[in-house]
């Protein structure tokens, strides 16, 4: 098996993102609740899997390799997070990106979470669903990027893909929220 | 009688929860930010003395085909001051440019006295003035001293398309020729041709041209890199 699938950082993001697809597929009395901590799980696991991805790119830019992460095989950081060339959009490093927009997609499922019932509840609701799509193409281009653009590409970054399947998650989750709201299930004692 | 349903209309909390989501987020942030700093800070990367060289992958001739290069490869991580190690004198120029093509002669006799622990790069960029278009060709030709272009100055060859390249002063340029693109000398801040920065071997600015304006890159190889060979 590729090196780098057996990393034990990798396995806990696995199942950070596993918990959190628990939580959004559960049925349960709760189900908004749950929902919104799914979303928040997801975030989580997305800022974590952004910082991690920076941590590399640090050690990859200072010492020209890491532990962190394998630099061979088709699964791996090395060509992904070391190409100087697609590392970074507009030479701010694709991490930082990534911390700061899930920051936005955490605060606004925490404010949510804290009070669903509030005026604003329905503008968060409807920003967090916007914000989730915007990040959308990001992860294509991403995409595009380790499958022909990076050196001797094919390559697939693992810490990367944690994060892209983080927001998609995430975006799921504010999809079913939404779906609860306009149905009428917002409040947990309307089923 | 039908009873009526009551609809239920929640209310939100009393107070402002977006505060308390801030500060957890502000938390959550800090720890975050406190072990990237722990665990790997951030390198300052530039081409000023004393930060990291910014990299650059890109395609580069090296005097029989065109292949990718990187410059961090070159780098040796494990470099000590005072260790032995190959340094890297970092050139950009424009093959139009009159400056470039005078420096041709230097760039060479630095190669000759120099090559055997210092790596040289010419990077190539177009400046955006009139008849400073260059192609491969025509990079390949000044690099290598070949037929390009006439003597006339008619657009045609180096040097704005005043000389063939072939009479570019000194000898041929036994180095790697990098194919720039404007992210390059963006990243590199580089606003004019020619443009020379010595590198240590683990890749750190050691001279700038631009913060050396006094010093010739011959007496900072000396200093620096030490006797020429």
Redesign the interface.
């Known amino acids: 098996m590729n090196e780098a699938l057996t990393d034990p950082i990798l396995i806990i993001f696995i199942l950070g993102l596993a918990i959190s697809s628990y939580l959004m597929l559960a049925n349960n009395e709760k189900k908004t609740s749950m929902l919104l901590i799914s979303s928040l799980s997801f975030a989580?696991v997305g800022?974590?899997s952004s910082?991690y991805t920076?941590?590399?790119h640090?050690?990859m830019?200072?010492?020209?390799?890491t532990t962190f992460c394998s630099s061979e095989g088709l699964v791996q950081c090395g060509s992904v997070i070391?190409?100087?060339?697609w590392n970074n959009l507009f030479?701010v490093p694709w991490g930082i990106f990534g911390?700061l927009s899930f920051?936005i997609l955490?605060?606004l499922s925490?404010?949510l979470y804290?009070?669903?019932?509030?005026?604003?509840?329905e503008d968060y609701l409807n920003y967090a669903w916007w914000a989730g799509i915007a990040g959308l193409p990001f992860v294509a281009l991403l995409i595009i990027i380790e499958l022909t653009q990076v050196?001797d590409a094919p390559h697939i970054c693992p810490f990367c893909t944690i994060a892209h399947f983080a927001l998609i998650g995430y975006a799921v989750s504010i999809y079913f929220l939404k779906n609860r709201r306009n149905i009428g299930k917002w409040?947990e004692?309307e089923g | 009688m039908a009873r009526r349903r009551k609809t239920l209309v929640q209310k939100g909390r009393d107070d402002d929860v977006r505060i308390i989501a801030g500060f957890i987020l502000g938390s959550i942030l800090t720890v975050i930010m406190l072990l990237i700093v722990i665990i790997a800070p951030p390198a300052t990367i530039g081409p000023s003395e004393g930060e990291l060289a910014p990299d650059f992958s890109a395609d580069a001739y090296n005097g029989a085909n065109w292949e990718n290069y990187k410059l961090s490869d070159t780098f040796d991580y494990e470099w000590e001051e005072g260790g032995d190690g190959e340094w890297i004198l970092v050139q950009f120029i424009d093959t139009d440019c009159p400056y470039c093509w005078s420096e041709g002669e230097t760039m060479s006799d630095l190669y000759s006295q120099w090559s055997g622990n210092v790596e040289f790069i010419t990077i190539t960029v177009e400046l955006s003035i009139n008849n400073h278009d260059s192609d491969r060709a025509e990079v390949e030709a000044f690099r290598d001293k070949t037929n390009y272009g006439t003597e006339e100055n008619d657009g045609d060859g180096c040097n704005s398309g005043r000389n063939n390249c072939i009479n570019r002063p000194g000898t041929i340029h036994n180095w790697n020729y990098i194919e720039g693109s404007s992210s390059i000398m963006k990243d590199w801040e580089i606003t004019g041709t020619p443009f020379l920065a010595l590198l240590q071997p683990d890749g750190y600015v050691a001279w700038n041209q631009y913060e050396n304006q006094g010093e010739e890159i011959e007496s900072a190889m000396q200093r620096l890199v030490g006797g020429s060979e």
């Open positions: 989580i800022i974590t910082a920076y941590i590399i640090n050690k830019v200072v010492q020209g390799s070391g190409d100087p060339q030479g911390i920051s955490i605060f925490l404010c804290l009070d669903r019932h509030a005026k604003w509840s050196e409040s004692n």
